[in-house]
């Protein structure tokens, strides 16, 4: 879906990430700020990532939780559980019903909004905005006013927000998802940012974060310290990610 000229968007966040790297990256872009909104499919019903309230669609034939506020999933509930059983668990939570084409509306809203700080924006993931500043930085004062004007923005709006910035998408995106603090990265330093996180911030598939737990391998930094084609070798193209 365009909505202007230079802007890109998808919103079927379904993707691997490996194609998300290649169709962000492939723009020429070099710098990526991911605006993680942990409660944005709830807070757009006016909940606070404070209520505790999940987020229901019909999913494998039963209403199964596909969203949840930060306070939900403190109190065990996870994505893929049943209605009934996150009722079970945790009888005092509020589960709305998914409206898509409300969620896509408001989805659209956001990333034009954002539009203001950058020419190119993407919903890549269903959590995470994301901006390719690298050409638009400079404009607000640089990096780091610009992650201010962007945190501004979704406070704004009514959204909780986490923020990182990075040469590498997913890079950005595992730090926004995994750091209790706004991060900016500087240029060619990603891996180490990546290092000292668990492997499972990668959302390896379960047979190859399995593999890697039984080796040992607990943190992105041993699995970086592996040599490349060794573990693409045994673990194929999933294992090179």
């Given at each position: 879906m365009v909505v202007a000229p230079g802007c890109w968007i998808d919103v079927m966040p379904d993707v691997t990430h490996e194609r998300t790297r290649v169709m962000l990256q492939s723009l020429?872009?070099?710098?990526?700020?991911?605006?993680?909104?942990?409660?944005?499919?709830?807070?757009?019903?006016?909940?606070?990532?404070?209520?505790?309230?999940?987020?229901?669609?019909?999913?494998?034939?039963?209403?199964?939780?596909?969203?949840?506020?930060?306070?939900?999933?403190d109190c065990g509930l996870q994505i893929g559980m049943t209605a009934t059983a996150a009722r079970a668990l945790v009888p005092e939570v509020l589960l709305e019903e998914r409206m898509a084409e409300a969620e896509l509306f408001d989805r659209h809203a956001l990333m034009v909004a954002f539009g203001q700080l950058s020419d190119r924006v993407a919903w890549p993931w269903e959590e995470d905005l994301v901006l390719e500043v690298s050409r638009t930085s400079r404009v607000f004062g640089g990096e780091e006013a610009t992650m201010t004007r962007a945190r501004i923005l979704a406070e704004s709006l009514g959204h909780c927000c986490h923020l990182s910035l990075a040469d590498d998408v997913l890079a950005a995106h595992i730090l926004a998802t995994h750091t209790p603090t706004d991060v900016a990265v500087p240029i060619g330093e990603a891996a180490s940012f990546l290092s000292p996180l668990p492997i499972a911030a990668m959302r390896p598939p379960a047979e190859l974060f399995t593999a890697l737990r039984a080796l040992g391998i607990e943190r992105i930094g041993q699995l970086a310290a592996l040599d490349s084609a060794s573990v693409s070798g045994r673990y194929g193209k999933t294992g090179a990610l």
């Open positions: 020429g872009a070099r710098r990526f700020l991911v605006v993680h909104l942990p409660a944005f499919r709830l807070e757009r019903l006016g909940y606070s990532a404070h209520d505790l309230v999940g987020l229901i669609d019909e999913v494998k034939n039963a209403m199964r939780l596909v969203a949840l506020t930060p306070s939900a999933r």
